[in-house]
């Protein structure tokens, strides 16, 4: 039997319609519904952590923890957990955020799950197994792997751990120039688009924690998508 996509029940903080294209209305009753649960963990401090930039319910970091547990990090409405084994969301969100922005990846030989970091996009670890509902994620390590120059936008950033401690982070950038036509009637945005990938090791230290060894890099452009995939 071959194998497909099957997609999964719409997470609790979303109504189902709106994972339904033939039966989705626009109802400002369930918009309003939303943005007072959002203004509620605003209010409570002890969840403000949980407000990050982007639409409510907009993911913004995911991973797997175990063997059937996908986290999904939103924008304001908490980390939901999904076990594939049941196939059934848990009804409460834990509600802080992950640490990473995008994908977090389980490295077996550190124990850590890596990914780059929410707040300034660098490569980070944590240990995910630690944390409880009352007990967020911290950090175990932050590196510089990519030097940003300035002017550099970042669009989107991958890690690929390729084993025995190894690492290739791939990071996608845009800069934007402003420059007038030569008739004086605008300007318009000269845009280059380019990606760094770059190699580096995380190995232990006798004292405990990482240290990070960099090796080659290099930066190609490409056109001006990013892709959807690096593998």
């Known amino acids: 039997m071959a194998w497909h996509w099957r997609s999964l029940p719409p997470p609790p903080y979303l109504p189902p319609t709106r994972w339904d294209d033939d039966s989705f209305e626009d109802d400002d009753d369930d918009d309003s519904d939303l943005d007072d649960d ?59 955020p992950l640490p990473f922005r995008g994908r977090a990846e389980f490295v077996p030989e550190h124990g850590l799950w890596f990914g780059f970091s929410s707040l300034n996009n660098k490569l980070c670890a944590s240990d995910l197994a630690a944390a409880s509902e009352t007990r967020p994620p911290v950090l175990r390590g932050e590196w510089e792997d990519v030097a940003q120059g300035e002017g550099w936008n970042p669009v989107a950033s991958y890690l690929v751990p390729l084993g025995s401690w190894r690492f290739l982070v791939a990071k996608f950038f845009e800069t934007r120039e402003w420059q007038q036509f030569k008739d004086g009637g605008g300007d318009y945005g000269k845009c280059d688009n380019f990606a760094v990938f770059a190699g580096v090791e995380l190995l232990p230290k006798a004292g405990g924690g990482l240290s990070m060894i960099k090796h080659r890099s290099k930066r190609y452009s490409h056109v001006c998508t990013a892709p959807d995939w690096v593998i």
């Open 38 to 96: 959002r203004q509620a963990m605003v209010d409570d401090g002890s969840k403000s952590s949980m407000v990050v930039d982007g639409e409510l319910g907009d993911i913004a970091g995911h991973t797997v923890v175990g063997d059937s547990k996908i986290w999904i990090s939103t924008a304001g409405a908490g980390t939901y957990t999904f076990d594939a084994g049941s196939g059934a969301w848990a009804p409460r969100p834990l509600y802080w």
